[in-house]
Nanobody, 124 residues
Framework: QVQLVESGGGLVQAGGSLRLSCAAS????????MGWFRQAPGKEREFVAT????????YYADSVKGRFTISRDNAKNTVYLQMNSLKPEDTAVYYC?????????????????WGQGTQVTVSS
């Protein structure tokens, strides 16, 4: 079992920045990737970014490439999502998730554990 707790969401104006954090606890030695997804009202959960736990390789959705940065601190078992140049369409509940598979996971079903989510609202 892996427990994930997100923090850092909030309300920000368009063009602003937020940093989300996700702290992992439990059986963290099985983690291969940590990812961020988001879900807006009435929409499906969508992939945002993912990072390999050991090598630090990163992958992004085209919609956030160049604006968002995913990083991790293995000593703290924490993954971050730095979000810059935020747009109203970035408004969603953001979830972190853990995958214990070696291939790069970009689909929600490829992740095994999920956090409770944190709300990000970007006003225009």
């Amino acid at each position: 079992q892996v427990q994930l707790v997100e923090s850092g969401g909030g309300l920000v104006q368009a063009g602003g920045s937020l940093r989300l954090s996700c702290a992992a606890s439990g059986r963290t030695f099985n983690i291969y990737y940590m990812g961020w997804f988001r879900q807006a009202p009435g929409k499906e959960r969508e992939f945002v970014a993912t990072i390999s736990w050991n090598g630090g390789s990163t992958y992004y959705a085209d919609s956030v490439k160049g604006r968002f940065t995913i990083s991790r601190d293995n000593a703290k078992n924490t993954v971050y999502l730095q979000m810059n140049s935020l747009k109203p369409e970035d408004t969603a509940v953001y979830y972190c998730a853990e995958a214990s598979r070696r291939l790069v996971p970009r689909k929600a079903y490829e992740y095994d554990y999920w956090g409770q989510g944190t709300q990000v609202t970007v006003s225009s």
